[in-house]
């Protein structure tokens, strides 16, 4: 059986030329980048050249770029150290922000007793800019965090007035590019960004390896304890294979994007109208506003029939999921769609399907084949 896989924006395949840069290091790499010897400086060589390559696709400068194991770690990371080490009272946010920053901020909440605002969503999921600005109108130190894209619905942030507006009331940026990096262009020359994440297995390279972009002005102090690697903000033997593997994803993400996107762009508006076809009364939240590469569907079907759908879409041998990936499976509403969907809508049942360069509309056709079984 064919096996489709329409799920993204959960995670992404590994290119083979990333593989095989992972593999080649593996037999090859094994020193200690921390090692004086020839051996190590390989490796060390390897680690700063993928770090050059990494900031060059953003315009920032390779000691702005700081490797971690994953986005949440980033997330958790800047968003600590910003209350612990700059001074940050207040932190604007929202509440369709990924558990590692929703979760992150509501900790720092418990453990330092700053103050947490969220910003209102509008009935299209979109942020709502006009209460940013009202609220970033009290003096207090802040940093506002808030996603590019939003990994359940897609909804695409503006980037450029939210910068902007952060920089014109002096409060620290950090935005979650985690759905983003790879699959736009982010040029942090021109933005006045504090703070980005990244994951590379969300632009097919390897699981355990993501990076922080910190704006040199910024100095954060370390959340892991330990020996000098990463200037001492991340102590732990790097992995050499992943940084590699990390860094050719990125690069062939932005190498091919203009091409990748198109295509994508293209498989949306074919998944799109299918479902229009099939379903007269389907909704597509987030609609016109939402990412390139995801589709949020609330489906008019029955909530009996909605109980087995992810299941017997799996039996047949396609991946797609419901609402983010670490819920699939439970039957709590998204605390996403919560944020804009009327109660209504809410009990709907509702699929995300994202898609990639690799998807066809051979993929497409067999989701809604199998979705007619239903
Ligand atoms: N932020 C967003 C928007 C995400 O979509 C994800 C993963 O789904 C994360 C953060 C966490 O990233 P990671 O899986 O690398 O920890």
Redesign the pocket.
Known sequence: MKQVYLDN??TTSVRPEVADEMIKVLREEFGNPSSTYAIGRRSRALIEAARKNIAKQFNASSSEIIFTS????A?NWIIRSSVRDLGVKRIITSKME?H??LYTVKQMQKEYGIQVDYINILPDSSFDYKHLEELLQQDIPTLVSL?H???EVGTEMDLKKVSDLCQAHNALFHC?T??SIGKTEIDLSVLPIDFI?A?A??FHGPKGI?FAFIRKKNILKPMIFGGEQEKGMRAGTEAPHQVVGMAKALELSYSNLDEERKHITAIKEYCKSKFTDIFSDVHFNGNGIGFYNILNILLPISSEKAAMLLFQLDIQGIAVSRG???QSGSQKASHVLSEFLCDTDLAKPNIRVSFSHETTTEDIDRLIEVLQTV
């Not at 994953?70 to 770690?73: D, K, N």
């Open positions: 924006a959960a994953c986005g949440t770690e997330n990924h590692a920053v996603m894209v939003n990994n979650d985690v759905q994440v994951s297995h969300k993501g983010s990936a670490c």
